[in-house]
Nanobody, 127 residues
């Protein structure tokens, strides 16, 4: 079983950037498809982006496409989320997630596609 710990959240002004990290322990991260989800207060958890085990393939939700970049360093057992051009609508708790299966290609990934989850890190964007 893999354990995931997110870090890098905080308070940033609109238009700013943050880089989130997700460190894994317990298992080698290179065998897991990884993803970032977010959950704003009073809203359901929302898919953000996912990356294949090799890092060669990524997929983004329309809400973050062009602003967020997911990457991974399997040697460091870490996945990253670079977030640029942040807006108040990006305010949420950001969770990384892991799955042993490739992400679905015929539809947008959902929470149920990922088995392992971190506790999350808070991102707050002020206007």
């Amino acid at each position: 079983q893999v354990q995931l710990v997110e870090s890098g959240g905080g308070l940033v002004q609109a238009g700013g950037s943050l880089r989130l990290s997700c460190a894994a322990s317990g298992r080698t991260l290179s065998t897991y498809t990884m993803a970032w989800f977010r959950q704003a207060p009073g809203k359901e958890r929302e898919f953000g982006t996912t990356i294949s085990t090799s890092g060669r393939t990524t997929y983004y939700a329309d809400s973050v496409k062009g602003r967020f970049t997911i990457s991974r360093d399997n040697d460091k057992n870490t996945v990253y989320l670079q977030m640029n051009s942040l807006t108040p609508e990006d305010t949420a708790v950001y969770h990384c997630a892991a799955a042993k299966r490739p992400y679905p290609k015929s539809r947008s990934p959902s929470s149920s596609d990922y088995r392992y989850w971190g506790q999350g890190t808070q991102v707050t964007v002020s206007s």
